[in-house]
């Protein structure tokens, strides 16, 4: 399997690239800018894009939605995020990113994927009201991507319109940490962590 990380634009986000080999077709989670570094690494593994996920609507994480010619697989609760620049946080940072590109929503519990990748959608509300995280489906490999859900040792903001202290704290205890505690996380922004260490040691969320 490809696992690629790569941070992109002035908040340094995580955008991801999940393939199952070489000479397929590819996941990209969170194009949020750069589309030069992620064309980069599409090609050194000749790869071709087959599916966009958004984990949110924030700009950060949606800048370059429409640089591949996909439809953009977004939860139904941020698809009107990606079409007004004041929830989105463009307009905050002096632009006007509104989707011109088509919008797939996505529910709680769906799969998605493609050739030998396949996700399931954990809808998570807090940072924003369609957050989303999205679990890998492969038997040997216990991977979550979390968006601006959980970071390590943090969680996402909560001062942003449409967003909840207590939904994000419960979206983690009640659907994240369920998952086993050898589940490798991929957050948004910053380093991998696990579930594991996130009930031991994040301090927003430390076991009770």
Same mark, same amino acid.
């Given at each position: 399997m490809i696992l690629e990380r790569i941070s992109? =634009?002035?908040?340094?986000? !995580?955008?991801?690239?999940?393939?199952s080999g070489k000479n397929t077709q590819a996941v990209i989670i969170d194009p949020g800018d750069e589309e030069e570094k992620i064309q980069r690494v599409l090609a050194r593994y000749t790869l071709n894009p @087959?599916?966009?996920v958004n984990t949110h609507g924030h700009i950060d994480h949606i800048g370059s939605n429409g640089a591949f010619g996909l439809p953009v697989h977004i939860h139904r609760k941020d698809l009107e995020v990606l079409k007004d620049s004041r929830l #989105?946080?463009?307009?905050?940072? @002096?632009?006007? *990113? &509104?989707? !011109?590109? &088509?919008?797939?929503?996505? +529910?709680d519990k769906q799969a998605i994927g493609v050739e030998g990748v396949q996700m399931q959608v954990i809808h998570t509300p807090g940072h924003t009201a369609g957050g989303i995280c999205l679990l890998l489906k492969k038997p040997k490999d216990k991977i979550l991507f979390s968006g601006d859900t959980l970071f390590y *040792? @943090?969680? =996402?903001?909560?001062d942003f319109p449409g967003a909840s202290d207590s939904q994000i704290l419960r979206s983690i205890k009640e659907r994240l940490f369920t998952l086993p505690d050898d589940t490798q996380v991929y957050p948004g922004h910053g380093?991998?962590?696990?579930? =594991?260490? +996130? &009930?031991? #040691? #994040?301090p927003f969320l430390g076991e009770e």
């Open positions: 992109v =634009g002035a908040f340094q986000a !995580n955008c991801y690239i999940i393939a @087959g599916l966009i #989105n946080l463009s307009a905050m940072l @002096g632009s006007d *990113h &509104k989707a !011109n590109y &088509k919008m797939l929503p996505l +529910e *040792h @943090g969680v =996402g903001r909560t380093p991998s962590t696990t579930i =594991g260490d +996130e &009930k031991a #040691n #994040n």
